[in-house]
């Protein structure tokens, strides 16, 4: 079965917030070559104003990062990436390549965890 047939269907492919990482999870019965994540989050700045030394007001900071991943997820397995404390990720964004170099790019929807059940490790 083609890559871009297994990930067509709605919950294919799932990413899950648990613990500082971010885990991709395969849902599809193939083997799934991720290039890389793009995740977008946000940070909460202090801003100084001259002569202040005490913050006056916050900002936020919107970033994007790509981190290049290159690991091939089983059927039905996962993937971990530790990112550190995730409570402002706003999207994330799966790369995955088939056999013939092209890219398919996986918007997901995020599942937030505060901690793993137990026994699930």
Do not use: W
């Not at 990930?7 to 999870?25: D, F, H, M, R």
């Not at 402002?88 to 793993?116: H, S």
Request: aromatic share 6%; hydrophobic share 35%; with cysteine.
């Amino acid at each position: 079965m083609s890559v871009e047939k297994c990930i067509s269907k709605p919950g294919a492919v799932t990413v899950s917030l648990v613990e500082g990482y971010i885990q991709v999870n395969n849902n599809t019965p193939c083997h799934l070559h991720v290039k890389a994540l793009e995740v977008e989050h946000t940070i909460t700045t202090l801003v100084y104003e001259p002569g202040s030394i005490e913050p006056t007001k916050s900002a936020k900071r919107h970033i994007r990062e790509r981190i290049n991943v290159d690991a091939v997820i089983p059927p039905g397995d996962r993937l971990r990436i530790y990112f550190g404390p995730h409570e402002n990720v706003d999207r994330v964004v799966v790369i995955v390549g088939d056999e013939y170099g092209r890219e398919y790019r996986i918007v997901t929807p995020i599942v937030r965890f505060e901690e793993e059940e137990k026994g699930k490790e």
